[in-house]
């Protein structure tokens, strides 16, 4: 093969799996079925009362018992502590995220704030403290380790009502990169998932404050099933795979902004190739849509 980083299979069956966000939505999709393939599974989030919920949840559902840790990623200290009385991790799955869609100038920098120190930040102290001990874990064990992180089409795309949480979320994709260039001889493999809007508490949380615009152009497609962004997102990992799309649109959006991203395959770095000039134009096509949208929206809240 003539492509570098080369191919690598990441298995789960008795392997320590870490879920941040994993006590609700794609956290706990994606726990339960880690479970269900036989990893040791570990969840992280802040409310003890959820993780309780989640942990009976994933028995009922798999008659495996998850390990639970609390802690607010946005804390260093709170993170190292919870990560030092876990077992090492093999896989690590960043999956915490807030979202709180408005329009910037209306938005305050203390909601700005919180999702930048949440998104990225909370990912950046569970990689420096979780690093040490994948990388040890790694080399003694001969077996790849997995850092995930969950990102967003907001993190491909800028989008109306997304100014902060696109930010948070193009931030990790820088991190992946360079984090990739720095792991590799470890034996350390970085997936990013790209999920389209997911029904999930959060979502639902999320709609009773999603701008009129932000609805136009993010609700135009159907929501996934947290179940299956969780699948999708597993395979991802499992296989190595450093962009995960999840949908048809993530599909598109993958080609027309994957940039230098590290890619594995032969067969997917040729369709990349032949793919980008084109999706170019169909992401043209969007913007056109997207900006006509808009105009159209000014033009009847002026006039109605
Ligand atoms: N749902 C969607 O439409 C989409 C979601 N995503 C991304 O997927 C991920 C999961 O989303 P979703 O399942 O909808 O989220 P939910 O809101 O359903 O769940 C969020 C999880 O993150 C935890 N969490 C939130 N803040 C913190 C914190 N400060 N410290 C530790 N844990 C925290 C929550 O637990 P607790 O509150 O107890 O801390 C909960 O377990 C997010 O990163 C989101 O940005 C991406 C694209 C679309
Ligand atoms: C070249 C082809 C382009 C194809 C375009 C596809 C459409 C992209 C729309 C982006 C929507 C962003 C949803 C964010 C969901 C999310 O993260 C939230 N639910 C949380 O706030």
Redesign the pocket.
Same mark, same amino acid.
């Given at each position: 093969a003539i492509v570098r980083p080369r191919p690598v299979r990441i298995p789960l069956k008795g392997r320590h799996v870490l879920v941040t966000g994993g006590s609700s939505g794609i956290g706990l999709a994606l726990a339960l079925r880690a479970a269900a393939e036989g990893a040791r599974v570990s969840i992280l989030a802040r409310d003890p009362s959820r993780l309780q919920d989640a942990r009976d949840a994933i028995r009922l559902a798999t008659g495996v018992d998850v390990a639970i840790l609390a802690a607010d990623v946005r804390d260093p200290e709170a993170v190292a502590r919870a990560l030092g009385a876990a077992d090492p991790v093999d896989v690590l799955v960043c999956n915490h995220?807030v979202?709180l869609?408005q329009e910037l100038e209306r938005q305050s920098l203390e909601d700005v704030r919180f999702m930048v120190e949440v998104n990225l930040m909370g990912t950046f102290h569970l990689i420096k403290a979780a690093l040490p001990a994948m990388k040890q874990r790694a080399k003694e064990s001969g077996l790849p380790g997995s850092v995930a992180i969950m990102s967003? %089409?907001?993190?491909? =795309?800028g =989008?109306y009502g997304?100014a902060a949480?696109s930010a948070s979320?193009f931030g990790l994709r820088g991190l992946a990169e360079a984090l990739q260039h720095e792991v590799i001889a470890d034996n350390i493999h970085i997936t990013l998932v790209f999920?389209?809007?997911?029904d999930t508490p959060?979502?639902a949380e999320?709609h009773k404050r999603r701008p009129e615009i932000t609805k136009l152009?993010?609700g135009? %497609?159907g929501g996934m099933k947290a179940d299956d962004v969780a699948k999708k997102a597993l395979n991802g990992i499992k296989s190595g795979q450093f962009v995960v799309a999840c949908n048809f649109?993530?599909y598109?959006?993958y =080609?027309?902004?994957v940039g230098l991203s590290p890619q594995r395959s032969c067969l997917m770095a040729f369709v990349e190739i032949l793919g980008v000039g084109f999706?170019?134009f =169909?992401?043209l096509?969007?913007q056109w849509s997207w900006f006509t949208s808009i105009e159209k929206w000014h033009a009847k809240t002026k006039s109605g």
């Open positions: 995220g979202f869609p967003s %089409q907001a993190g491909q =795309v =989008v997304y949480y979320k999920p389209p809007d997911t959060g979502l999320e152009i993010a135009s %497609q649109e993530g598109l959006l =080609v027309a902004t999706m170019r =169909v992401g096509c969007y």
